[in-house]
């Protein structure tokens, strides 16, 4: 299950822009190329953020297309699956291009119950009142 090493990746991403706050949900764009789906992507984070600032957190999936060139007619196209066939003449002599991507696009935080600092003082001034 090659899931297991992206989501190692993820989780490797995700600790790194946390900086110690507990993750709630991340984005993730991922090339066709790699043929992950979100409900294997999601049992493998699980498993690899078991202990971690991101237990618990979900992983949301875009996938982007491959682009398809078909040797045969010159065909260009954008596909989701890597193994399609030509959408002009059927052919599946094909070359591939991009789909390989693997981008953290966003991480969403837990919210903290409790803000430090004194509630009866503005906070906005260290030295106290002026």
């Known amino acids: 299950m090659h899931e297991f090493g992206i989501a190692e990746a993820i989780l490797d991403a995700v600790e790194r822009r946390a900086e110690g706050r507990r993750v709630e949900r991340a984005r993730v764009q991922a090339g066709a190329m790699l043929r992950i789906t979100e409900p294997a992507i999601n049992q493998a984070f ?18 982007v297309p491959v682009q398809l060139i078909c040797r045969s007619c010159g065909q260009t196209a954008q596909s989701a699956d890597p193994f399609a066939t030509c959408p002009e003449c059927g052919g599946t002599d094909i070359d591939t291009e991009g789909g390989d991507d693997l981008v953290l696009e966003s991480i969403q935080m837990t919210e903290a119950a409790h803000v430090p600092g004194n509630p009866r ?5 260290p030295d106290g009142p002026s």
């Open 121 to 125: 003082r503005d906070r906005g001034n």
């Open 46 to 63: 699980a498993l690899i953020a078991d202990g971690s600032l991101a237990e618990g957190a979900r992983v949301d999936l875009v996938i």
